[in-house]
């Protein structure tokens, strides 16, 4: 590790391929009234299909029912589908919870099937940095890095391929280009590799931990340091298969270091700077969570998604008052690395985004009020 600096962040190991499973045909429950497509439908390109509730599937919750509906596809690919506004109830979006009743109209989007060829999209990408070895995006919240399970399209991979002719492909075919990742809701600054060269170089500064991040962090709570290490292990979270959790002598865990620098504090809210020397997965999310002061809207480790503007200056929310914020408050600012082809620092950063400025703008009122 170079003297200073920093290590790789979440999820920032060299990724592989995933396994796909085989796509099969959609069936129909007995009993379950369909559209003149809902026959044996075939999956090969994505549909909507129509289905009225039977009395056998009452009060089922509606990712149950379309799991058992359809042939092929996990529990959890419904269920992010659905969550992904991906099915209407007598024309209303539900999530994957809602209880079904016998009579009810349900039509849902039945998702493509996994494969190992990704479909160029032509999404607009905000470009750092290019050269002819490497790109810098500033990845949006809400955009998965690459394929996986309910995310089949409008994925980083997608966009790259629409811009870029030629990307690394170390990764395998579903992960043309990518070094290391970035949680979906998570927003920021990530490389890319256009060749072989180029992704091994960077890997190796990743694996080495040569790589500086740094991040910044809303989180609902006050860290009462002005900075510390957090060093806890991190592994697999006993109950919860999506969560990892702090977790000492366990198969899964693995050391975990979080440099972190409070730069402003406003109440019970603070504005944090991370820098992790290890990359676990959501390591930064863990450690913030480990010490009471988890990443702002953070579902997972948070316990809630929204806020609104009365909640953040002390209140409660307001009858359809708007969300302010409705993903996690982490955004990935700084990346510093060596260049591969000249061997000199270079550094990169993608400010804060609009999203996360509404928060801080916000709670700078309340020092204005105290004044």
């Known amino acids: 590790m170079s003297e200073g600096g920093w290590g790789a962040s979440e999820d920032d190991e060299v990724v592989l391929p995933p396994k796909s499973d085989d796509a099969l045909p959609v069936t129909d429950i007995a009993g379950v009234e369909g559209d003149d497509s809902s026959a044996s439908v075939g999956i090969e390109t994505s549909v909507f299909r129509c289905v009225t509730v039977p009395e056998a599937c009452d009060n089922f919750r509606i990712d149950v029912f379309l799991t058992q509906l359809l042939d092929g596809y996990s529990r959890q690919q419904l269920k992010d589908s659905v969550q992904n506004h991906g099915a209407e109830v007598d024309g209303r979006v539900v999530r994957p919870s809602f209880k079904l009743r016998a009579g009810q109209a349900v039509r849902f989007f039945v998702p493509p099937p996994a494969t190992d060829d990704i479909v160029a999209e032509n999404i607009p990408l905000d470009i750092l940095f290019e050269d002819e070895g490497m790109v810098v995006v500033n990845k949006p919240a809400g955009m998965v890095v690459h394929p996986a399970r309910g995310n089949w399209t409008g994925t980083l991979t997608s966009a790259l391929a629409y811009h870029f002719q030629s990307l690394s492909d170390i990764g395998g075919p579903t992960r043309p280009g990518i070094v290391h990742r970035l949680d979906r809701e998570t927003s920021g600054v990530i490389v890319v590799a256009k060749t072989n060269a180029v992704h091994l170089h960077l890997a190796e500064q990743w694996h080495e931990r040569d790589v500086e991040k740094e991040y910044l962090a809303i989180t609902a709570g006050t860290v009462d340091r002005d900075r510390d290490m957090i060093a806890e292990p991190i592994g697999r979270h006993p109950f919860q298969r999506d969560k990892m959790a702090i977790r000492e ?29 290890t990359g676990r997965t959501h390591q930064i999310r863990v450690h913030l969570e480990h010490i009471g002061c988890p990443v702002l809207c953070d579902r997972l480790y948070g316990g809630h998604s929204v806020v609104t503007r009365s909640q953040l200056l002390g209140g409660r929310a307001a009858k359809d008052e708007p969300a302010v914020l409705d993903r996690q408050a982490l955004h990935a600012s700084r990346l510093r690395l060596t260049h591969p082809k000249t061997n000199k620092p270079i550094e990169f950063f993608a400010p804060m985004p609009p999203d996360m400025e509404r928060v801080v703008a916000i709670l700078r009122e309340t020092e204005r009020g105290q004044a």
């Not at 865990?253 to 944090?272: D, I, N």
């Open 249 to 277: 002598r366990h198969e899964t865990s693995k050391p975990a270091k979080t440099f972190y620098e409070v730069l402003a504090r406003w109440g019970r809210y603070s504005m944090v700077k991370a820098m992790p020397v």
